[in-house]
């Protein structure tokens, strides 16, 4: 890698995508770190006008997209065409802008295991053609696998390089911790909270049954770089190949918080699919790249980098 241009930057990922890069390669590599603030990628003139000018300066070989509106919760389900929109937008102008101006540079898009049809068996990549994903994240996840046919359908055409990784629930430090966000946030910034101001209980959502897979955000980083560099193939899962339940992680969150309380569960809040895990399996024997940080030890870090920014760190 020597120029790598990341979209999405501003977000979890992309933040700590851009330092674990900038860290591994150092003075050899620039990073063009894009987020919304300078250009927007749903929006065709802005798009091209930035990639237009972005090109005269800066020999491209890298390019790694996260940019894509979504959020936490319930708001998949009350926001489907805002999602579609928003993200078929991104999806087609930045592979427009690929061909156009940095038709050298490797595409490495990322996508989600949400697009995988609702079942409790490892998902290999051959599921994500031929499958439908749970009805309530539908919008989204069709506009993960258009980026993919798009992807594959402007390299085979126009002799482009690319190839996508597919994330679990990723966490760590950067995440968000305000109760609507994703499960290990939610739950850390809970536990925390609540171990700090002597709150009584806790609430988790479900019955703390429903298990998903979750990929330490260092890691997922790792992972999405050494795809980038070695990885031929049109897709791979990126992940710990684990499930764990939510209760197992409510009780480590509970455990590194120092929260001598009652943990209640509430079964009437939205929790999405009973099961959801990746097979790894491609990731692994062919790339030889597995996720070096245990779910453990990924929770203790997590929440004692949140409470280091709460007491200003």
């Not at 065709?44 to 990639?51: M, N, P, S, Y």
């Not at 540079?105 to 998902?123: D, N, V």
């Not at 429903?210 to 770089?225: S, T």
């Not at 009437?268 to 024997?285: A, I, T």
Request: net charge negative; charged share 20%; hydrophobic share 40%.
């Amino acid at each position: 890698m020597r120029n790598v241009i990341v979209t999405g930057a501003t977000g979890f990922v992309g933040k700590t995508l851009v330092e674990t890069i900038r860290q591994r390669f150092g003075a050899d590599c620039e990073v063009i770190a894009l987020g919304s603030n300078q250009a927007d990628l749903s929006k065709k003139d802005e798009t091209f006008e930035w990639f237009e000018r972005t090109q005269w300066t800066f020999d491209c070989d890298h390019i790694i997209h996260l940019a894509a509106l979504y959020k936490a919760g319930d708001w998949p389900v009350k926001h489907q065409a805002t999602q579609f929109y928003v993200n078929m937008s991104i999806n087609v102008n930045l592979l427009e802008a690929w061909r156009r101006f940095f038709p050298k540079a490797k595409m490495t898009s990322i996508l989600s295991y949400c697009m995988y049809p609702s079942h409790s068996e490892p998902h290999p990549e051959t599921e994500v053609y031929g499958t439908e994903p749970e009805d309530y994240l539908f919008a989204y996840a069709f506009t993960k696998k258009a980026m993919l046919i798009g992807q594959r359908a402007y390299a085979r055409e126009h002799g482009l390089a690319a190839t996508s990784v597919i994330l679990p629930t990723v966490f760590g430090p950067g995440d968000s911790f305000a109760e609507n966000s994703h499960v290990v946030g939610a739950l850390i910034g809970k536990f925390v909270r609540a171990a700090r101001v002597g709150l009584p209980t806790v609430e988790v959502w479900g019955d703390g049954t429903q298990e998903r897979e979750f990929l330490y955000v260092g890691d997922a980083a790792d992972g999405i770089i050494a795809a980038a560099l070695h990885s031929n193939h049109d897709v791979l899962n990126l992940g710990t190949g684990a499930a764990y339940s939510v209760g197992h992680i409510a009780h480590q969150i509970q455990k590194a918080a120092g929260f001598a309380g009652e943990m209640t569960f509430n079964m009437n809040r939205f929790v999405g699919v009973k099961r959801r895990v990746l097979d790894v399996s491609k990731m692994r024997d062919e790339l030889g790249w597995v996720a070096p940080t245990s779910i453990d030890d990924g929770l203790t870090k997590t929440v004692r980098w949140h409470e280091a920014q709460l007491d200003g760190a």
